[in-house]
């Protein structure tokens, strides 16, 4: 009679084991690629009062390069099942700290994107939403000498923000 138990229990579990599917994805996406095959990542004008101009290509670059590199979804530029559009709203700088002398010490930069995303296939995940970003750099470093690596910064966290807000669903 315990044998018989043990074989059941242990059929039990073989059949629960086999019923389970487990889905793991490294990179953190959460997409049904039987119904999600495409994303279209529109650029990004800057509409803002302070303007670099490498800005624009820089996080169109980042953005595409992000969802092509971590999903499998192609990137399109228009009509595909997800859609992103939207503008850099923000580009400012700041003094951050004042050092003894009465001079600024840091400089704070940040910068601001507004998302427009739409997903064709489940529009109750549809958004409207700006994302920031802010780097510091020492005051007695010229804007010019920093801005580009202090750019590449902002624009990798405010796109893993956006990966995270549209497919990784965290």
């Given at each position: ?23 793991i ?84 930069l ?18 409207e ?42």
């Amino acid at each position: 009679m315990n044998k018989r138990y043990k074989y059941l229990s242990l059929l039990l579990m073989c059949l629960f084991f086999v019923g389970c599917k487990v889905s793991i994805s490294l990179n953190g996406s959460s997409i049904d690629y039987t119904k999600t095959k495409s994303i279209a990542v529109e650029k990004f004008p800057i509409r803002c009062a302070y303007v670099w101009a490498p800005m624009e290509s820089m996080f169109y670059t980042s953005l595409s390069d992000a969802y092509a590199n971590k999903t499998k979804l192609q990137v399109l530029q228009r009509g595909g099942d997800l859609q992103l559009s939207g503008e850099i709203t923000e580009y400012s700088q700041l003094n951050k700290s004042i050092s003894s002398d009465g001079y600024s010490a840091q400089t704070q930069l940040k910068m601001t994107v507004n998302v427009r995303f739409t997903n064709n296939v489940k529009h109750d995940e549809d958004f409207e939403r700006s994302f920031s970003a802010t780097a510091e750099y020492d005051s007695s470093l010229q804007l010019n000498a920093v801005q580009e690596e202090l750019v590449q910064q902002m624009i990798n966290d405010i796109v893993d923000q956006i990966f995270n807000a549209t497919v990784a669903n965290w």
